[in-house]
T-cell receptor
């Protein structure tokens, strides 16, 4: 695994869409993940995408993968106060069989 | 439902003390991991284990050791705690195999070394 980068903070109004962006560097990544960490809790897998896919939708969540640019995004539609959390992007590196995490994006939902 | 438990949610230790952090998973997972989480740095892998009595260094193993005597239990040991080891420690487990790369996390142990 190599560097995974994401912005540290995002503030969004309740009801709007949130978009969290992530870039990675390992071209051998097979899976890319989004984890959510609520205050005082461990990480919980939100969704993942296989590297041969461009998009995955799961209810309010849409994951977009641009493999050429090594760019991953997570869109949360109709953001709610319960979506306030830290969101981590992670890549699975097939050459060393480990997960590499980004620093996490703290999403704050304001009324 | 997968459950990963960690022995303590909060721990305060003095510099130089030996510290044990315990992690137990109840889903017969082969793989177990220890991470530390620091603001702005995300999760960094300390050690991991693919099987009983087996361990591999992660990205930041210095100052830590681990023990895996039983499949369900993975212990992180700080031989002589230092203030720069103040952090949130997260344990995770996963199955082996392409179909199950998801890691399941415990709630974390917030360690303060004074």
């Amino acid at each position: 695994g190599e560097d995974v980068e994401q912005s540290l903070f995002l503030s969004v109004r309740e009801g709007d869409s949130s978009v969290i962006n992530c870039t990675y560097t390992d071209s051998s990544s097979t899976y890319l993940y989004w984890y959510k960490q609520e205050p005082g809790a461990g990480l919980q897998l939100l969704t993942y995408i296989f590297s041969n896919m461009d998009m995955k939708q799961d209810q309010r969540l849409t994951v977009l993968l641009n493999k050429k640019d090594k760019h991953l995004s997570l869109r949360i539609a109709d953001t709610q106060t319960g979506d306030s959390a830290i969101y981590f992007c992670a890549e699975f590196c097939s050459n060393d069989y480990k997960l590499s995490f980004g620093a996490g994006t703290t999403v704050t939902v304001r009324a | 439902d997968v459950k990963v438990t960690q022995s303590s949610r909060y721990l305060v230790k003095r510099t130089g003390e030996k510290v044990f952090l315990e992690c137990v998973q109840d889903m017969d997972h082969e793989n177990m991991f220890w991470y530390r989480q620091d603001p702005g740095l995300g999760l960094r892998l300390i050690y991991f284990s693919y099987d009983v009595k087996m361990k591999e260094k992660g990205d930041i193993p210095e100052g830590y050791s681990v023990s895996r005597e039983k499949k369900e239990r993975f212990s992180l040991i700080l031989e002589s705690a230092s203030t720069n080891q103040t952090s949130m420690y997260l344990c995770a487990s996963s199955l082996t195999g392409q179909e199950s790369l998801e890691q399941y996390f415990g709630p974390g142990t917030r360690l303060t070394v004074t």
